[in-house]
């Protein structure tokens, strides 16, 4: 069993289950007795807790996060060490990661990408105004909740801006994601962030990341060196514009990208306003401007999809001037062996280019160096390392000083005026004020300041922190401490820091809003000073105006104003009429015949169809018969010949829709059963010329050749006429040809007895 599972962290946090893991830290849920909620906690791992850098690196990431609030970002209520136990207390989140979202409906349409890609842009724009980057944007960081909205989370690389680790030193992040400075392990700054926002973008708008490969390696080359596919020609239905943003932030010079999420999102919000809008990079030098791309020799394909993006035609080649070609016998073993020199040399310029690039370009370029500026004096809190983009900022010790108070620099190495190369560290000693064991001046500093002191002084303390509400002192901030300034330390001592969480909040209970009228629910929630939120209309079986779902769940307490969204019935949805798009035609079919009518329709809703077949003497409604039970597949009718007349049918097509119904009637099929005719045989008598001779006689009966013909022979013995047998049904014309002429014709009534 897990070790932390049912442990209290200060006598606060119940620890109930674990959520995940990652790289630095375990996370469990948890409930807060003091406010009595389900929270979140991030504790770091046992493995890495002994390790001073791992440590460092986790309360940076705490101190970073923290300073961030912002409705697309996951909370932070609380960081603490406790017992030997750092740990961040964080919103919980229910929901799905964008990584999943993705995973289960593929790609995307653009205008769900726009949402989520606007919100994502609005996190990072109030990162970005703290002085702090992500670092690590990818569609695994991104939690979707149930109303929709987004929150960015994992913070875990995120640092202040100044302090830079490369990907040469550490894997951070997914490489499909990372920008190309992070993967040559250059300088990044906050433009870092909005590239794979473009990355993330291109994903959802296409299904797939713009590069892929076997190696994190070579995908990272591909950040580097390669042009993406343009996403329009994988996806055509996104609109122009919104391809231009994407490519836009994915920009792989720093200088041709968004120079911030602001300028970003500007361009995502003229977007949303005017979806059929295109941009001008020009301006911006953008280097993957769609329009731009049209000049460029690049291949046929981009240039053919910047053409179309662009509304534009692409240029037409030259032809060019056929040369004759040598004859197979004599040139073709020549042309093959320059052609497999020409590929070895460039295969081996390639790998040069590579190699040169990679491993050797450093030696022959020119080192970027800078002054190294002076911080001894300085209090380290105040010094603002994005003032100094050239250098990496660290505090390497704590060390006691009579001169310097505490958290003044007292050393510095390298040493101020000194030249070093761009990026070096700078590695400061920082004042822990003179070495005493009487408890020190805490008050209105922060915890973490605090704790770094206490850890740091000649007795070994146990820190217990508390916390009440205050309106005088700043959230986080230490408002006394037990024991008081100037009283005498022993080692194994508890010290007892009271800090303060801000001024009283006061929690609301979330009223039962399902199945109320949307004005009752919205009575509700101001009544109980709760805010209003977003109110989205669903398909619902429940009557219109009815709220089918509330962000959070009744019962919950929160603070006052917290945002309530809600979703509301549209109201049952109607059935719609059936259409009718093809059906048999009128049919005659003789009695005990075989015939099959049919009928097919169609509806846009998502309604069932049944279909049921009526029979009528008369073509009305009212006298017709059931003949074929309602069905969802009973398409067609097999009609009953057994009885001679006229009958006429009809299908009823009937849509179901929930409780809701709709039906169509087809035309009526006239249906002749015929009465099955029977042959009977006749002798009829057939006058011969007067004149003997010799004669070919063929009969035929209703224009019917009837039996073979025959030869008649009266020369030697004269017959004045001869009786021909004929077969048929009804009244029939009977002809008689002499030679191939017709010699008699008679009209016979074949069911009439003699």
């Known amino acids: 069993m897990d070790n932390y599972i049912g442990r209290l962290l200060d006598n606060r946090y119940e620890i109930l289950d674990m959520i995940g893991s990652g790289g630095m830290a375990v996370v469990y849920k948890a409930r807060c007795n003091r406010l009595n909620r389900l929270v979140a906690i991030k504790i770091l791992k046992e493995e890495l807790s002994q390790d001073a850098e791992f440590r460092r690196r986790f309360h940076a990431e705490s101190q970073a996060v923290a300073m961030l609030s912002h409705p697309n970002i996951v909370s932070v209520y609380d960081v603490s060490h406790s017992d030997n136990v750092d740990y961040i207390v964080m919103e919980l989140i229910e929901g799905i ?33 703290r002085g702090i980057i992500h670092r690590d944007i990818k569609p695994h960081n991104i939690m979707i909740l149930k109303d929709g909205s987004v929150k960015v989370a994992d913070f875990g690389i995120a640092r202040i801006s100044s302090a830079q680790n490369t990907l040469t030193r550490e894997a951070l992040g997914s490489v499909h994601y990372i920008s190309p400075e992070q993967a040559k392990g250059a300088h990044i700054d906050f433009r870092s962030d909005l590239y794979s926002l473009g990355v993330v973008m291109y994903e959802m708008l296409t299904g797939r990341p713009p590069f892929d490969g076997d190696t994190p390696v070579s995908v990272a080359i591909q950040h580097i060196n390669a042009k993406p596919v343009m996403p329009r020609e994988l996806n055509p239905a996104i609109p122009v514009g919104l391809e231009q943003i994407t490519m836009h932030a994915m920009a ?5 990208r968004y120079e911030s999420a602001t300028q970003m999102l500007a361009d995502l919000e003229e977007f949303r306003r005017n979806p059929n809008c295109v941009f001008d990079f020009s301006a911006r030098s953008d280097a ?8 460029e020799p690049a291949p046929a394909r981009t240039r053919t999809a910047a053409s179309r993006a662009a509304g534009a035609t692409a240029p037409k080649p030259r032809p060019q001037q056929q040369k004759p070609q040598p004859s197979e016998k004599s040139g073709g073993g020549r042309v093959a062996l320059i052609a497999g020199v020409v590929c070895l040399v460039a295969a081996f310029l390639a790998i040069g280019y590579f190699l040169y690039s990679y491993f050797f370009s450093d030696l022959f370029a020119k080192t970027q160096e800078d002054r190294v500026p002076s911080f001894i004096g300085q209090y380290y809190e105040n010094i603002d390392e994005s003032l100094y983009p050239n250098f990496i900022i660290e505090i390497s010790e704590w060390k006691p000083s009579e001169n310097y108070a505490y958290g003044y620099v007292i050393d510095q190495s390298p040493v101020s005026g000194r030249t070093v190369k761009v990026g070096s560290k700078i590695e400061l000693t920082v004042s822990m004020g003179v070495e005493s064991d009487t408890m020190p001046n805490l008050i209105n500093t922060s915890l973490q300041s605090a704790q770094a002191y206490l850890d740091k002084i000649a007795v070994n303390v146990i820190v217990r922190v508390e916390y009440e509400s205050s309106d005088v002192y700043t959230d986080g901030y230490v408002m006394r401490t037990d024991p008081a300034e100037g009283e005498m330390l022993t080692d194994g001592q508890t010290v007892t820091l009271t ?38 209309y669903v398909d619902s079986d429940l009557p219109e105006g009815t709220v089918t779902f509330q962000s959070i769940d009744a019962g919950e307490k929160v603070k006052m104003d917290t945002v309530i969204n809600l979703q509301v019935s549209k109201g049952p949805q109607e059935a719609e009429v059936p259409f009718i798009y093809e059906q048999s035609k009128d049919s005659a079919v003789e009695q005990g015949g075989s015939l099959t009518l049919s009928v097919r329709a169609s509806t846009e809703d998502n309604g069932v169809l049944t279909y049921a077949w009526y029979a009528s003497m008369t073509g009305s409604e009212d006298d017709a018969v059931l003949v074929s039970r309602s069905a969802e597949d009973n398409t067609s009718c097999a009609v009953d010949t057994s009885v001679p007349g006229v009958y006429y049918y009809f299908c009823k097509i009937v849509n179901t829709l929930g409780e809701s119904t709709a039906s169509v009637t087809s035309n009526l099929i006239e249906v002749v059963v015929m009465q099955t005719s029977q042959l009977h045989d006749k002798v009829i008598t057939l006058t011969l010329p007067q004149a003997p001779g010799v004669y070919e006689v063929t009969v035929k009966v209703g224009g019917e050749i009837q039996g073979s013909p025959y030869i008649v022979d009266t020369t030697e013995e004269w017959t004045q006429s001869i009786s021909i047998q004929v077969t048929g049904s009804g009244v029939q014309d009977v002809d008689i040809y002499l030679d191939g002429i017709l010699y008699d014709s008679q009209t016979i009534d074949f069911d009439t007895a003699g």
Do not use: C
Request: glycine residues 10%; proline residues 1%; negative net charge.
């Open 252 to 256: 792989a010079e720093l200088s041709a």
């Open 499 to 536: 800090v303060s969480q801000g001024a009283e909040i006061k929690l609301v209970v979330v009223p039962a809003l399902v199945g109320e009228d949307l004005e009752k629910a919205l009575a509700a929630i101001d009544a109980e000073g709760l805010g209003r939120g977003g109110i989205r």
């Open 288 to 295: 993957l401007d769609i329009g731009a791309m049209l000049q």
């Open 97 to 129: 990661t964008l990584k999943q979202y993705m995973e289960q409906k593929g790609q995307l349409n653009w205008r769900e990408a726009l949402h989520f890609a606007t919100q994502i842009a609005k996190a990072l724009e109030h990162a970005h105004s």
